[in-house]
Structure formats: C-alpha cells, structure tokens
C-alpha cells in the first residue's frame, strides 16, 4: 500500500517517533515493522526511492541528492540498497527523526519549506514586499527564428544575442532605429546552440551546440575559425578565462574541458558532476579557480592546476545548494564569494571560508526557478531572471550597506547633538547666541534623529529575517528570462539587456548609484 493509504500507527514518523526528547534504542521488533513499512515493494531491501519517500513521510523536506547521501551512509556494502543487518545497525542508533535530520542539511529545510509554501499557498508571496518597477526598458525585437539562449556584451556598444536554432547576431545599441532593426552580422551554426560566451576584447565568441561542437566566430567577419573537440554530449555552458587565453565548457552528461583558444583539442577534461553543468565561471583575479553549477544540486570549485588523470582538482564542494536539486547558474562575486541561484526560488551567497552554516545571505520574493544571474562588476548589485519572467535587481550586501548607513547616520546625529549643545550652554551661562541657530540646529537633530531610528528599525528586521529582498523590478514577458548581461559605460551609467524566449531583447539603462540605497520594504 502507498504511504498515503498508511494508517498513521505504521507511519515511519509514528514509529520511529518524532519527538526530540531522548529515547532509548528501539527493540528489533519494532525495527522489523519499520523495515517492513519502508519496504514498500516487500523485496527485501530498501531503494534510494523508498528511502526518499520514507525520510519526507517522517516530515524532513530533502532533496534527491541528499537521500542519496543518506542512503551512502547506511548500505554498507555499497550496493546501493538497504538490506535489514545494515537498517539494523544504523537505525538502532539513530531511531528518531531529529537524528535522520541531523544527517541531512539543516540549513537547506527553510528553502524546501519556502517552495513548498509558495505552491500550496496562494497567499504566502504577499510576506514578501513586492518592489516597484524601474523605467520601461527599450525592447530589441531580434526577429531570432528560435528562443534566445544567451545575450552576451561584446563592446561599450555591441551585444550580441544567440537563438536555440543556433544562430547569432550582432546588435549596435546606438542603432536600433526603424521598424525592423537590422544586426550588424548575423551567422547560423549547424546545429542547436545552448550556450555563448564572449572573448574580453570582444572580438570572438565560441557557442556551445547540441551535437557536442563548441565553434569559435570571429565577430568582425562573421566567420567560423575554429571547431573545438572534447565533448560527446550537448554543451551547456562556456566561460573565457580572464586573460582570453583559455575558455572552458560544460556538457550535459557532467563533463568540463578546458580549451586553450589555439588548440581544437582540450588541454585538460574530466568528469566534474552528475548532472548537466549548467555554467562554468573563472575566478576574476588569477583565473585559476573553476566554479560549477550543475543540475545535480552542487556548486563546485575547481583548481585548474591541480586537474589531472588522479586528480578532478576540485577544492570546493556545496551539496544541495538548490534544495529542490537544479543549481542554473553559479557565479564569483570576489576571490571568497559565490552567488548562486537555482529551482528552489532563491538566490544564495556563499563565503567558501565557512560553509558549514549555510548561506551568508539568501534573496527570496521569486515565485518560481531563477534561470538567469548576472552580478554587477562592482560586486554590489545581483539581477535574476526566472522561468515565469519575473526579472529583479538586488543589493548584494543590503545588510552591510545597512550597517555602514546605521554608523555613519550615528555620527551624524551624535556630532548635531554636540553642536546643538554648545548653543544651549551658550544660553544657560549667560552668553550670546542666536536663536535662530539653535532651533536650526535642534530640528537637525531631531531629523538625523528620525533618520537613525528608521535605519535601527531596518538593521533589525534584517538581523531577524536573514535574507533580503529585491529592490525594483523590471518590465519583462511573461515567458522565461534566458539569459541577463551587465554593461557599465563611459558616462556612468549602466546598461542590462535581458534576453527571453519571446525572442525579444530589452535594454535598462540606468544609473546604478541611483539603486544604492538603504529602504523600507514600503519604500521599495
């Protein structure tokens, strides 16, 4: 019978209990009937599935990747099920619920609880403050035959725009004039595109296509100038390493290659995930360190020098940083930091010296999976993209900004209060002053004083909420956001373009100081 039609008394969390309380270890027959009622199919043994369904019976929200290691835990024999001596040794020690959580991530239970509570509750978003929409952004129609893949920016002035058929045009933003824009250049690959990545310089740009080809195009000629090998899936992702002398891709089976721009052949390949490898991001400084994300749920981190026939050189692993499994898009924010977003929602930011606790940060108000991140080049602001076409700008470190505010609007209040009381004394020992000057500076004070209570009462509600919230919105379809693009320009502003399978581009010039600000949730 399925565990729905199971009467509560032979639920798993009815006996092994619930409680936090301490127990004493169970005895073997009431060991057998959990056994027994895990063992859905009565083989004998328990599969990842079974184990899967047991573990949310018991109430714990996990992902497959961490019933997978769950599991890895008490088969001994690695056989990949569970039989009874192994459920025996292992559940007679940890015999409630709370230990099989203390297994799993606990910090990953409140991104379960926030996705869950998102599709069985209709009003559950209205927690979260929806933010205001920014300027109408100018809309490209690109006339792509196919839905865009990724937008990528060559120059201050072109972008460039790839379709899933597998062809590639090139835009001026400065010249979109006219019913129908026409692109600079326009080439077709010979098969699906899912990825492009752009050289530094602008001046090439390799696309990862359906049949395991990445393809190299010089942009000035619209040409084809060299096909690279390595893959025998479909590649997913891409990246230039800083120095535009590397390059290195996804696939869809899991596997990486580094590609030095010269050479068809990889100079380095391995098997790096389980899943799809869904982005690939150099570490700004050195370009040395590789970060993963992949649709196995982990984020991982990988020292190119360290890659070899021994060795996948990976230095840094994130389990289930999406906790419903999809991790799309991992990116450096600095030589310490990762910002990752996935389809449980939310947008996480990790500091690799202190993984333990979880996320430093968590950005939560999507209502469905986040398909597209970019970060600013500033590392302050973070733009994401989902699936339904919400498209949204945060502050990286709202928290921080916040903090730096709050001392700043202290010193401020406190160095008024001083001023104000040198003219009061004034008063109270006889001397002279002008009134003016003290009601001038007491109504200063008391506005710095309004001023540092209002950023006391946000620090607090950021010190018990641990997560922030967007700060405007922008104008978009209601299809999904494929892929965004940050561009900061000469005159100070910055330009975003988004891209979307409405075959559309829209470009948000904006001038981004103007967005670094401390506000209430009704002021967003």
């Not at 007679?92 to 297994?103: H, Q, R």
């Amino acid at each position: 019978s399925s565990w729905a039609q199971a009467q509560a008394a032979s639920t798993p969390s009815a006996l092994l209990g619930s409680g936090s309380s301490p127990r004493r270890a169970m005895d073997e027959n009431k060991l057998r009937k959990v056994f027994a009622t895990m063992d859905t199919d009565s083989s004998g043994s328990i599969d990842e599935f079974e184990l899967h369904s047991a573990i949310r019976m018991l109430g714990i929200k996990v992902s497959d990747n961490s019933a997978k290691k769950c599991l890895k835990l008490v088969d001994a024999d690695s056989n990949g099920t569970i039989e009874w001596p192994e459920f025996k040794a292992f559940f007679g020690k940890v015999n409630d619920a709370e230990g099989i959580k203390c297994l799993l991530s606990s910090s990953n239970q409140r991104f379960f609880e926030y996705k869950q509570q998102v599709e069985t509750d209709a009003s559950f978003a209205k927690t979260f403050a929806i933010p205001p929409y920014g300027p109408k952004p100018k809309l490209l129609n690109t006339y792509h035959h196919d839905q865009i893949e990724e937008v990528v920016w060559l120059s201050d002035t072109l972008l460039a725009t790839g379709s899933l058929d597998g062809e590639v045009k090139i835009w001026d933003r400065t010249n979109l004039g006219g019913m129908i824009p026409k692109p600079m250049k326009s080439f077709k690959a010979d098969s699906s595109l899912y990825t492009m990545a752009a050289s530094s310089d602008g001046a090439r740009v390799v696309t990862g296509l359906e049949d395991g080809k990445i393809v190299e195009w010089s942009v000035a000629d619209g040409v084809a100038t060299t096909i690279y090998r390595g893959h025998d899936a479909a590649v997913y992702s891409s990246k230039f390493r800083p120095d535009d002398a590397y390059f290195a891709s996804g696939n869809k089976v899991g596997h990486i290659c580094q590609h030095d721009v010269n050479v068809a052949e990889p100079v380095l390949s391995w098997k790096a995930h389980e899943g799809i490898v869904n982005s690939v991001d150099y570490e700004k400084s050195a370009g040395q360190l590789l970060c993963t994300a992949s649709s196995d749920s982990t984020v991982k981190v990988f020292d190119m020098r360290l890659v070899g026939e021994d060795s996948t050189g990976m230095v840094v692993e994130i389990e289930d940083a999406a906790a419903s499994e999809k991790v799309f898009r991992a990116l450096w924010r600095n030589e310490r930091e990762i910002v990752s977003c996935g389809d449980d929602y939310c947008v996480k930011r990790w500091d690799l010296r202190n993984l333990r606790d979880g996320p430093v940060c968590s950005y939560f108000g999507h209502v469905s999976p986040i398909r597209a991140l970019e970060l600013s080049p500033c590392g302050r602001f973070i733009v994401t993209g989902t699936t339904t076409g919400s498209v949204r700008l945060w502050l990286v470190d709202e928290q921080g900004l916040v903090s730096e505010k709050l001392a700043a609007a202290q010193k401020i209040h406190e160095e008024g209060i001083g001023r104000r009381d040198e003219v009061v004394n004034k008063c109270q020992n006889g001397e002279a002053f002008e009134m003016t000057e003290l009601k001038s500076l007491s109504a200063e004070a008391e506005k710095s004083q309004v001023e540092l209570d209002r950023l006391k009462k946000i620090k607090s509600n950021h010190d018990s909420m641990h997560y922030t919230q967007a700060t405007i919105a922008l104008e978009s379809p209601s299809m999904s956001i494929s892929s965004v693009a940050w561009r900061d320009l000469p005159d100070g502003t910055s330009c975003l373009a988004y891209g979307a399978y409405d075959q559309k581009v829209r470009l948000f010039n904006f001038k981004a100081d103007a967005y670094y600000v401390v506000k209430t949730p009704k002021e967003k």
